[in-house]
């Protein structure tokens, strides 16, 4: 199986789990969903790089995206950008700092051959809410 092919399965792959992880009666044995997710997040990366594939939103980097659409024709998809956020709920491009993925309501198509690798992350950490932190007194 060439690269071209293969990433798009892996991406109708990740479309069907994400549906899957959708559905709040889904029978998951070993997954507690306490709340609600609907996105697997994942990055991209580019043939000839080994850094994640990378869009600008409000001036930050970020290469955290959830797919919205699979065309699996042209092997083209329709990507929403995630804003990674620190635990203070501001927004972060570096990795170290990120305790938060923020859904957006900003889209990119992507053409699937361009990219070699996709890393799904775990779906918690999307809308992850921040920590309450109680003032000492």
């Known amino acids: 199986m060439d690269k071209i092919s293969s990433i798009c399965l892996a991406m109708k ?39 994640p594939f990378t869009v600008y939103y409000k001036g930050i980097a970020t290469p955290y995206f959830r797919l919205e659409k699979l065309n699996e024709e042209t092997c083209c998809a329709e990507l929403s950008l995630l804003e990674a956020i620190d635990m203070d709920g501001y927004p972060v491009d570096s990795y170290e700092d990120v305790y938060s993925l923020r859904k957006t309501d900003t889209c990119i198509i992507v053409v699937l051959s361009c990219f070699c690798v ?12 921040l920590p309450h932190i109680e003032p000492k007194c």
Not at 119 to 128: E, M, R, T
């Open 13 to 51: 792959i990740l479309q069907k789990e994400q549906k899957l992880v959708t559905e709040r009666d889904v029978g998951l044995k070993f997954i507690n969903k306490s709340r609600k997710m609907d996105t697997i997040p994942f990055m991209l990366f580019n043939m000839d790089s080994q850094k």
């Open 118 to 129: 996709i890393n799904p992350l775990p779906p918690v950490i999307v809308n992850k809410p």
